[in-house]
């Protein structure tokens, strides 16, 4: 083989091998920013000793997964059940999301589920579960923008998520109690110092009349998540007031919604656990 042909195949296996890198890239936040959605029509067979306390876990991921948080929260809701007294149901399935089965469950968690997870009938039997007394504990990605359901962002969340941090990707920062449901707020510090994946918001939930749990301290961290020519005006923060976990009633139902939960290690942080178990009681009723 001649030395300019080895210089030719050369070439053209990095120009191959570069395209394919750009190939998996685009996969990847298209997963990220849209999901591939994947819908099930099959509902789980639910166990006949639900009880009147069921948690239904819900953990389905048709965009990006938090794999080693969703992995390490099962364990940890699975014991905050048995504790409390309540049972527990985890599924990835979506079809669970039928009125008959909704019904057994006293409290939805939506387990950092991203993407479009539900296909438009189980969607609109989620709706009316949350409307007709329901309760609802969204956690991290939960909030994300890949959800694509302009209801949820709107009636449930209250906000729409623009970015969340990159310089680094975790930091440490304060987190301010703020006076409220006594249910919500019991035994929870009134600083709590967490490391997250901080996320950022364009409006402020406590505009639509929503109740703050908890704001972090931004003047601790770089809210950049500025990315050169794929985001590049991602560079700020919500400033001075910027909640990061908040709830309020909707039609007959609560809500619940916490922006922490990206890393595996905050399903074995007692205050966060504390504050989760504080949110399914409230949102459940269980009080
Ligand atoms: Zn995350």
């Keep these: 083989m001649s030395l300019k042909r080895i210089i030719k195949i050369f070439f053209l296996s990095l120009l191959g091998l570069f395209l394919l890198l750009v190939i998996a890239a685009g996969l990847f936040i ?58 527990l149901y985890a599924t990835d399935n979506g079809a669970v999301f039928n009125p008959e089965q909704l019904q057994k469950f006293k409290v939805v968690i939506w387990n950092n589920t991203s993407g479009k997870a539900l296909n438009e009938e189980q969607r609109e039997n989620f709706k009316n579960y949350l409307e007709q007394g329901g309760g609802f504990v969204g956690i991290h990605a939960a909030g994300d923008n890949s959800h694509q359901w302009d209801w949820y962002e709107q ?9 969340h941090i990159l310089y680094p990707p975790i930091q440490k920062a304060p987190m301010y109690l703020e006076d409220g449901n006594a249910t919500l707020t019991m035994g929870l510090p009134t600083t709590w110092v967490h490391e997250e994946e901080w996320y950022m918001f364009y409006d402020n939930p406590r505009d639509k009349g929503f109740k703050v749990l908890y704001t972090v301290d931004e003047t601790h961290m770089n809210p950049s998540g500025k990315i050169k ?42 205050e966060h656990l504390r504050m989760l178990a504080n949110a399914i009681r409230w949102t459940g009723n269980f009080d």
Excluded at 68 to 78: D, Q, Y
Excluded at 155 to 163: A, D, E, I, P
Excluded at 254 to 266: D, E, I, M, T
């Design 229 to 270: 020519f794929l985001a590049p005006d991602k560079d700020w923060g919500m400033g001075q007031d910027h909640p990061i976990a908040w709830y309020h009633p909707l039609g007959k139902g609560r809500v619940f919604y916490s922006a922490l939960g990206h890393q595996g290690n905050s399903f074995k942080e007692p």
């Design 155 to 163: 009636k449930v969340l209250g906000t729409l998520f623009s970015h």
């Design 30 to 87: 298209y997963k990220a920013k849209y999901g591939f959605n994947f819908y099930e029509s099959t509902p789980p067979e639910l166990p006949t000793d639900l009880g009147s306390k069921a948690v239904l876990l819900f953990s389905k991921t048709n965009g990006f997964r938090h794999g080693g948080a969703i992995k390490a929260s099962l364990p940890a809701f699975e014991k905050m059940a048995k504790d409390n007294g309540w049972s």
